[in-house]
């Protein structure tokens, strides 16, 4: 017997109860069964939803540089296909995914400034800015910058050449010389949109009134992270060689200009005659700093050269150093030549850019017998963020 809050039940009574419940139970899970089986109708199972897989994201770099094709006699060679060429990048080898040619893209920076110019002018530049548009082909674009207090785009994208020949016309002389600036506008102009076969020419001395050196050099390095050829028609030798006899205490050459041309054009007649009189006999100078300057003026010229010449080296360029404003005038030819026998190459790199930085040598070689290719340059790859 079993006693639960003071109700007594006999244990036989309890089995024959608890038996009864049972029954009726597995009746009535029974007859449910039947009547859903004689429905016809098939319950669906629930499918577990599988976790949706992230979208696979294949990143393809492709390397974009410019190729110059001669033939033995330097002249353009017509026809060359991706299977005439070879890249080695850091010595591995590759082949091309594409070749084509293309109408060039061409933006002049015009250097018109300067406090202490003895060969630079404002009329030489302009003549050799003409001069370098009326040898290229008639279907490159061609834009125009020029800095002196200040980088400013005198003309926009244009083939048309007396328009460009006007744009030229309308820059203006100044006093300093803002070549940091310049670059850090050329590259950006150039680098928008999607443009191909871009090409640079600087007619600059290379030297720049406020910025430190390490500004320049980043400015400078910051075109081999693009695929923009970079050509130099310098003034900075003959500018050297015209301010060597200012670095000096005692001197045969004429004294130093103070003016420049354009600006002793402005003055009255009486003023500009004393101005421009030819100087004669020896020059004594005991200005310590203005020996100073000059003697800083001609090392950074020096400089100057010497990083304008690596920069168009390692953009598969063209370096041209005259004695004279004829003689880069004449050399603009040389210039137009190579940007007009420019290639546009693409590869796909073995060694993703993306996965190790540093510095990436780029040579292309002919496999085609009597093609002669340029192209050789340098990338500067930023190392990957970890």
């Given at each position: 017997?079993?006693?639960?809050?003071?109700?007594?039940?006999?244990?036989?009574?309890?089995?024959?109860?608890?038996?009864?419940?049972?029954?009726?139970?597995?009746?009535?899970?029974?007859?449910?069964?039947?009547?859903?089986?004689?429905?016809?109708r098939v319950q669906?199972?629930?499918?577990?939803?599988?976790?949706?897989?992230?979208?696979?994201?294949?990143?393809?770099?492709?390397?974009?540089?410019?190729?110059?094709?001669?033939?033995?006699?330097?002249?353009?060679?017509?026809?060359?296909?991706?299977?005439?060429?070879?890249?080695?990048?850091?010595?591995?080898?590759?082949?091309?995914?594409?070749?084509?040619?293309?109408?060039?893209?061409?933006?002049?920076?015009?250097?018109?400034?300067?406090?202490?110019?003895?060969?630079?002018?404002?009329?030489?530049?302009?003549?050799?800015?003409?001069?370098?548009?009326?040898?290229?082909?008639?279907?490159?674009?061609?834009?125009?910058?020029?800095?002196?207090?200040?980088?400013?785009?005198?003309?926009?994208?244009?083939?048309?050449?007396?328009?460009?020949?006007?744009?030229?016309?309308?820059?203006?002389?100044?006093?300093?010389?803002?070549?940091?600036?310049?670059?850090?506008?050329?590259?950006?102009?150039?680098?928008?949109?999607?443009?191909?076969?871009?090409?640079?020419?600087?007619?600059?001395?290379?030297?720049?009134?406020?910025?430190?050196?390490?500004?320049?050099?980043?400015?400078?390095?910051?075109?081999?992270?693009?695929?923009i050829a970079v050509?130099?028609?310098?003034?900075?030798?003959?500018?050297?060689?015209?301010?060597?006899?200012?670095?000096?205490?005692?001197?045969?050459?004429?004294?130093?200009?103070?003016?420049?041309?354009?600006?002793?054009?402005?003055?009255?007649?009486?003023?500009?005659?004393?101005?421009?009189?030819?100087?004669?006999?020896?020059?004594?100078?005991?200005?310590?700093?203005?020996?100073?300057?000059?003697?800083?003026?001609?090392?950074?010229?020096?400089?100057?050269?010497?990083?304008?010449?690596?920069?168009?080296?390692?953009?598969?360029?063209?370096?041209?150093?005259?004695?004279?404003?004829?003689?880069?005038?004449?050399?603009?030819?040389?210039?137009?030549?190579?940007?007009?026998?420019s290639y546009v190459?693409?590869?796909?790199?073995?060694?993703?850019?993306?996965?190790?930085?540093?510095?990436?040598?780029?040579?292309?070689?002919?496999?085609?017998?009597?093609?002669?290719?340029?192209?050789?340059?340098?990338?500067?790859?930023?190392?990957?963020?970890?």
């Amino acid at each position: 017997m079993i006693c639960l809050d003071g109700i007594v039940i006999r244990r036989d009574q309890m089995i024959s109860a608890a038996s009864k419940i049972v029954f009726l139970l597995f009746s009535f899970l029974l007859l449910a069964a039947l009547a859903s089986a004689q429905s016809g109708r098939v319950q669906p199972k629930a499918t577990p939803t599988p976790p949706e897989d992230d979208p696979v994201k294949v990143d393809t770099e492709e390397v974009k540089l410019n190729l110059l094709a001669f033939d033995e006699r330097g002249q353009f060679f017509q026809g060359v296909t991706k299977d005439d060429v070879v890249i080695t990048d850091n010595n591995i080898l590759h082949a091309p995914e594409s070749l084509k040619r293309i109408p060039a893209n061409v933006l002049i920076v015009m250097d018109t400034g300067g406090e202490d110019r003895s060969m630079k002018s404002l009329d030489g530049t302009r003549r050799v800015a003409r001069a370098l548009v009326a040898n290229l082909r008639p279907e490159d674009s061609v834009a125009i910058l020029q800095y002196a207090d200040k980088a400013v785009m005198t003309s926009e994208w244009s083939t048309d050449k007396e328009q460009i020949s006007k744009s030229i016309g309308r820059t203006k002389f100044g006093i300093h010389s803002a070549f940091v600036d310049a670059l850090n506008l050329a590259r950006s102009f150039l680098m928008s949109g999607e443009l191909e076969n871009k090409h640079l020419v600087l007619i600059t001395d290379g030297t720049d009134s406020s910025v430190d050196l390490s500004r320049k050099n980043a400015a400078m390095k910051s075109f081999l992270t693009t695929d923009i050829a970079v050509h130099v028609l310098s003034y900075a030798k003959m500018e050297a060689v015209a301010i060597e006899p200012r670095t000096k205490a005692i001197s045969n050459a004429p004294a130093p200009v103070v003016m420049p041309d354009e600006v002793k054009a402005t003055l009255p007649n009486g003023s500009r005659d004393i101005m421009q009189a030819p100087k004669i006999g020896p020059t004594i100078n005991v200005d310590r700093t203005f020996l100073r300057k000059m003697r800083a003026r001609k090392a950074d010229l020096e400089l100057a050269e010497e990083m304008l010449q690596t920069l168009a080296e390692n953009t598969n360029g063209t370096d041209i150093t005259p004695g004279s404003v004829d003689e880069m005038e004449a050399k603009t030819a040389t210039v137009a030549k190579n940007i007009d026998a420019s290639y546009v190459l693409t590869y796909i790199p073995k060694v993703p850019f993306a996965e190790k930085g540093g510095e990436r040598n780029i040579e292309v070689t002919s496999k085609r017998a009597g093609l002669v290719v340029q192209a050789k340059r340098k990338f500067v790859v930023p190392a990957p963020k970890r």
